[in-house]
């Protein structure tokens, strides 16, 4: 019996690409790099390579655009479709719904943000970089403390996200890995890197669980 639900926020449960591009120039400006048209950068994010246009260390670059994802809201901002039903849903199997994600941003303006997008009634827990996020990639550590705060086993919780290195995190966490395609990763690096399965979105998530026979 699941009691954890854990999921990436941005491209698994909002998608907010149209302001990661804005932010992603914003940080090119910053480092006095040139900033990239919309074609451009959509094609260097699905192939996992936009530090082909970052001109300055790397590190330093994502840390200071990641501290810098909450100064603005694009109108192109808008939820996953089925993510509120998805959270909805989970919540009436009472399960806990924690959200990790790598915005160097508090938890609070996270969770205004999702009260924003009507999310935040389902959320019982944020945590962001700033909690504990060691390499910047890699969940593991924050997945491991929602598990300690909320006094879960590892078969009692699955992680949801997009990108390949919540993947690796999840794994590395020992729980079940869902893998999304609506961050424009490619599924087979999603299952390569650790995802038990993958599914289109959210929307997919509790039927799948249902239909695999983890829930009821």
Known sequence: MFKLAIFDLDQTLVDTLPRFHKIFNMALKNFGCNEVSWNDFIKRYKDDTLNYYVCVDHRTFWDWF??????????????????KETLKELKKMEMKIAIITGRMVSP???MKELDEFSLSSFVDLVYTRLNNYCDGRRRTE????????????KNET????DYWPDMQSGREAGILTIGVLTGHENPEKLMENGADF?????????????????IH
């Open 66 to 83: 990641l501290s810098h994802y909450n100064d603005i809201k694009c109108d192109g901002d808008k939820l996953i479709p089925g993510a």
């Open 108 to 110: 609070n303006s996270v």
């Open 142 to 153: 924050l997945i491991i403390e929602a598990m300690k705060y909320f006094n879960v086993d």
């Open 158 to 161: 699955f992680f949801v996200g």
């Open 198 to 214: 993958v599914i289109e979105s959210v929307e997919e998530l509790v039927p799948t669980l249902k239909e695999r026979g983890f």
